[in-house]
Nanobody, 121 residues
Framework: QVQLVESGGGLVQAGGSLRLSCAAS????????MGWFRQAPGKEREFVGV????????VYGDSVKGRFTISRVYAKNTVYLQMNSLKPEDTAVYYC??????????????WGQGTQVTVSS
């Protein structure tokens, strides 16, 4: 069992940056693949990025590639999503998830409650 709590969301102007955090409970954090997804109003949940158990491999969705970076710090049981060059279309609720490698929601067993990111133009 893993519990995930996101933080760091907020309001930012276009072109700005935010760093989201996802703190995981439990001693099995290192055994899970960690993913980030987002969901805008009226839209399906969208894959943002994923990092493997060792932190050595990351994959990003096309819409965020080159702007967002995922990292994980094992000593803090935390995974981060650094978001740069933000655009209004990045506005969404952002979720972290723990599970198996994949870019679809079905690959993940545990989800956080989400944190709102709003990018103004």
């Amino acid at each position: 069992q893993v519990q995930l709590v996101e933080s760091g969301g907020g309001l930012v102007q276009a072109g700005g940056s935010l760093r989201l955090s996802c703190a995981a409970s439990g001693r099995t954090f290192s055994s899970y693949v960690m993913g980030w997804f987002r969901q805008a109003p009226g839209k399906e949940r969208e894959f943002v990025g994923v990092v493997n158990q060792s932190g050595s491999r990351t994959v990003y969705g096309d819409s965020v590639k080159g702007r967002f970076t995922i990292s994980r710090v094992y000593a803090k049981n935390t995974v981060y999503l650094q978001m740069n060059s933000l655009k209004p279309e990045d506005t969404a609720v952002y979720y972290c998830a723990a599970g198996d490698w994949g870019m679809d929601v079905d690959s993940y067993d545990y989800w956080g409650q989400g944190t709102q990111v709003t990018v103004s133009s």
